[in-house]
């Protein structure tokens, strides 16, 4: 949990479009039952086969995770990034910088943050993703949402006084 701070309101929300979420969803499962159709319809070389039915399970978990994913929201206060249902994101003091450029590497429709330090890895699919000091935010989410998202933190690390945007 964030530290508890007299300013815990949400000064932004991250919510999973419906729209993009059941066509991601959707596009996942589709291409997962269609591997595993083609695997067990089809006697191609047994490698294939297997390789086929790997895949399409694969496709399966991932349109899985995305719909577990996707349920939560990302939520910004004072204090920092976290989940509704309460995984610490980035806290705001960890917060380095803010990429939001055509050429960042970062989600559709997102951001990447900048820690000050590492964090564990951790992927929630379609909503954000942590690899070592980035963080990127966005996916299935509307891009309007991300985009006030960003000017928020942007605007927090500003009266902070220790940014690089």
Not at 12 to 34: E, M, N
Not at 80 to 109: C, H, Q, W, Y
Not at 157 to 164: M, P
Request: no cysteine; net charge positive.
């Amino acid at each position: 949990m964030l530290p508890q701070t007299d300013e815990t309101e949400v000064l932004a929300t991250i919510r999973a479009s419906g729209p993009r979420r059941v066509f991601g969803i959707g596009t996942l499962a589709l291409l997962g039952g269609l591997l595993v159709y083609l695997a067990l319809a089809t006697s191609p070389a047994l490698i294939w086969q297997v390789f086929l039915l790997v895949l399409g399970v694969l496709s399966l978990w991932l349109a899985e995770s995305t719909r577990r994913a996707t349920e939560n929201s990302i939520q910004l206060t004072s204090a920092g990034m976290a989940t509704d249902s309460g995984e610490v994101i980035a806290p705001l003091d960890d917060i380095a910088a803010v990429k939001r450029g055509m050429f960042d590497l970062k989600p559709s429709n997102g951001f990447t943050v900048v820690l000050k330090t590492s964090r564990p890895r951790r992927w929630q699919p379609g909503l954000w993703w942590a690899l070592g000091k980035r963080v990127g935010i966005g996916g299935v989410t509307p891009g309007s949402e991300a985009k006030s998202m960003a000017q928020i933190l942007e605007a927090l690390l500003v009266e902070k006084g220790g940014s690089e945007i």
